[in-house]
């Protein structure tokens, strides 16, 4: 299995595939500068959490190409990082990333050595995620029936990571061991991951899938039409609790409810040391042109105002387990730090 090229090291520049103009375009962007990044993050452009997290480790290697060599070119870079760091707050592979960058920045002593070693960690870093999600792929298989048919929401595929993906590489797994029937992908309103990018990626992989609208999900879960629910996540806390694309949470309680196991598939980078439980977890809020707007057709009279959060968090008891590349587990506290 090929991993999608969701993004690229090339000439000096981060090569994405524009997730906004998908299924309709696969078109290609270069960001060359933090400030294009950063567009590019906040509009989603590039978007899922491992995703957003080797992005913005590119992103520093761009930062320190961009910024000029003087005495503080340590500060004025770290700035730009700060930029990167300010465009989503949810998924925690953004800041994890960041961290491991600005550490090898601080401690190169000038711009040429920081942006060597940059580049090699990015690079190591991608390499990881490939391998973490092959990992998840046979972990997450081995808990699949003969003959399955899953449920996921949003896109948590190649076009999330740098590889296979997390709830996605569970599904090629089970589609190359001949167990997978095949997918339900919920449609993810309002911005459609699961309709535009999840059925785009499993069709190009020759693995059968229906799209249905999000509020389909807990009905068709109660019909027992499906053997497991898997998901990504955008961060885990410590006691598992796990924040991921709106939606997730009641889909997880529909779950409980018909008795079909809920799994959240998501690697280490994505573990948050930090953050005890999912009470303290920053959900991002997005702009009401998301829910207004739809074509060129306006949704809303004027004037009337939206709640739109882009992530819930799913308390740890509707969760059966966590796959991640060390295993299966309960929760993030149990694997060694
Ligand atoms: O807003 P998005 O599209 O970045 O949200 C992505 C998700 O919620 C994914 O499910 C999550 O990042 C896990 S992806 C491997």
Redesign the pocket.
């Known amino acids: 299995m090929k991993p999608v090229p969701t993004l690229q090291w090339r000439d000096n520049a981060l090569r994405l595939l524009d997730q906004r103009a998908l299924p309709a375009e696969e078109i290609y962007i270069d960001c060359r500068s933090t400030a294009e990044l950063a567009v590019a993050i906040k509009t ?1 452009a590039v ?4 995703a957003i997290g080797i992005a913005a480790a590119y992103g520093a290697v761009i930062a320190a190409m961009e910024t000029p060599q003087s005495k503080d070119f340590s500060e004025n870079c770290c700035d730009l990082l700060d930029t990167l760091a300010s465009t989503r707050p949810t ?1 925690v592979n953004l800041f994890h990333c960041l961290d491991i960058q600005r550490k090898i920045l601080l401690s190169s002593p000038s711009r040429d050595v920081a942006v060597h070693r940059l580049l090699n960690s990015a690079h190591r870093l991608f390499e990881e995620d490939l391998e973490a999600s092959r990992a998840m792929g046979r972990f997450g298989a081995d808990l699949l029936p003969k003959g399955c048919t899953v449920l996921t929401h ?3 595929g190649g076009l ?2 740098a590889g296979l ?2 709830a996605l590489s569970v599904m090629y797994e089970a589609h190359s061991r001949g167990i997978l029937s095949g997918v339900y992908a919920d449609e993810t309103r309002p911005l459609l ?1 699961g309709a535009r990018l999840t059925s785009w990626e499993l069709q190009k992989a020759g693995i059968p899938v229906k799209v249905l609208p999000d509020s389909a999900a807990a009905s068709l879960l109660l019909s027992g039409a499906v053997d497991a629910v898997i ?4 961060r885990v806390a410590m006691n598992g609790d796990s924040a ?2 709106i939606g997730t949470y009641p889909l997880a309680l529909a779950a409980f409810e018909a008795g079909v196991p809920f799994y959240i598939v998501a690697p280490v980078s994505t573990f948050d040391p930090l953050t005890p439980d999912g009470t303290t977890i920053d959900i991002e809020e997005r702009g009401r042109e998301e829910l207004s707007i739809m074509g060129n057709r306006q949704l809303l009279p004027p004037g009337v105002m939206v709640y739109n959060p ?2 819930d968090v799913t308390p740890v008891r509707f969760i059966t387990s966590i796959i991640c590349e060390r295993g299966v587990i309960s929760s993030p506290s149990e694997i060694e730090w």
């Open positions: 989603l978007r899922g959490a491992p998924a949003c896109n948590a999330a990571t993906g997390t991951q998901t990504g996540a955008d991921n694309k882009a992530f």
